[in-house]
């Protein structure tokens, strides 16, 4: 059956199974087209139109939900997100992000009331906190952490590449002062030397706790991941890209598996395997695995990681940062690695999703793309740069040729604006995320937030695509700014591409699934 042509007709002769009526139903198809109502049948899109037109679709067995003037429009698909880790933090660990945490205070307070209710010795643990938006403008340390668990480990991990630990967490670790400088991080110290609990990861073997923290369980991941579904649901999102599954805890995708088998899945998943970090795991996975799945769960890409991020100035550029004349920033592969990984990874058939910051950091990557490309063609890889924050305007160029995705989280505009400027300088640090050059060369921008980088709600990140203004009220580079209309395409149908389904979902027309959001507001116009 093709489900485009047949299913308008099957819903005339059997009647709809779901009608929505008298509503705004923004369709986000080609001409930006907008209807009173939508009718469903078999679980896609019937027929967009006006009420008179939808209600001689309704059946007596048909659904009818009447809007009541709301906006409907296509579920939003979240195209970089840390997804089975949010579950489990939501179910386990203290949510740590702004504005839930505005101080150091509020942080042990949270610590205090987890530690209340555990048991001697449990782990407790947690995910967001950074310290440009906390009060005291300074990290949480492990003076700190121990006036409220003096008997339980505590790691709290950054929105990026850094953790907060206390006392305990340390002596189970084996970290003291003569404890050696890793090579890709630092412990912070105190003036006498002694470490403070702080420890930047820019890889993972700068962790002193990867090896010694809890691993969950599958059934706790279940649970984790049906949380996850319920709370990304509750915001608008009907599909995510979970970037990291299944390399470091194999359990992940048997997790997976058991929810989608179940059919307890509320959420279509696009699984990147990962971190692969080197040659040899590179040859590992494509060795062990191959692209697999259905429209609501696929193991579809592989991420791996360039450089840092600017916060903790360790983005790969070819300026330094201000104020400090001799850091460039830092690479966690050789060019010459790099290139043999993608290559391998490429001929293999899996889409590359690389995490890259830098302007010196994305010319290496479409470097490996393109050699990957060149040697081995093969039709669409649509192979993507993650956060892509400063692509000079010849990269950009290549990234339209080589038809690479241009996968941003606008949301990080608002939060951490601020701190690019003051990293980069004015000129250069403004200019992150150039969404109306993307956009007018044809580029398909996905969107996110990057928990735990980002709080979940996608409304931010909406907003942040028109407004550019930053948390303190700074605008930034205002001519990137997109119109509502083409930020909502970014959470739709150009995410769309980014997963391979722009002919299944991101947006509402006959055919299609019918994944809908309706909303409390009328998007085009609050």
Known sequence: MNWFKDLPKIAEILGADLVLVNGKVITVDADDSIGEAVAVKYGRVAKVGSNNEIMKLIAPETEVIDLGGKCVTPGFITTHEHFLRYGYNALSGIDLWYPRMKSIEDIKRAVAEKVSTAKPGEWIFGWGWDENLLEEKRFPNRYDLDEVAPDNPVYLG????????????????????????????????????????VFHTILPSADPYRDILPVATTGLKEEAIKKACHDFNSEGMTMVVDATVGAVEPNDLVAYENVRMRDELTMRVYALYGFVRTVEQAKDTVARFATYGDDMFKLG????????????????????????PNNFGRTKWTKENLMEAVEILHRAGWQCC????????????????????????????????????????????????????????????????????????????????????????????????DYPSGPIPANIGLWAAVARETISGQVICPEERLTVQEALRTYTIWSARHVFMEDKIGSLEPGKYADMVVWDRDLYTV
């Open 354 to 449: 690389t995490h890259t910051i830098g302007d010196k950091a994305i010319d290496w990557v479409l470097d490996c793309y393109e050699n990957a490309m060149t040697k081995y063609p093969r039709p669409d890889p649509r192979h993507q740069i993650i956060h892509i924050y400063y692509p000079t305007k010849e990269a950009i160029d290549r990234v339209q040729r080589l038809r690479v995705m241009a996968n941003v989280q606008t949301t990080f505009i608002y939060f951490e604006g601020d701190t690019y400027v003051k990293y980069l300088g004015k000129e250069r640090g403004e200019c992150v995320k150039p969404l109306r050059s993307f956009m007018e060369k044809g580029i398909p921008i996905g969107n996110s937030q």
């Open 301 to 324: 890409g592989i991420k791996l990681s360039l450089d840092g991020g600017v916060v903790p100035k360790s983005g790969l550029f070819y300026e330094p940062y201000v104020g400090d």
């Open 158 to 197: 950054r929105v990026y590449q850094m953790v907060a630990s206390n006392s305990c967490a340390m002596r189970i670790a084996g970290v003291t002062k003569e404890s050696p400088e890793p090579e890709y991080g630092k412990i912070f110290r105190d003036e006498n030397g002694e470490p403070i609990g």
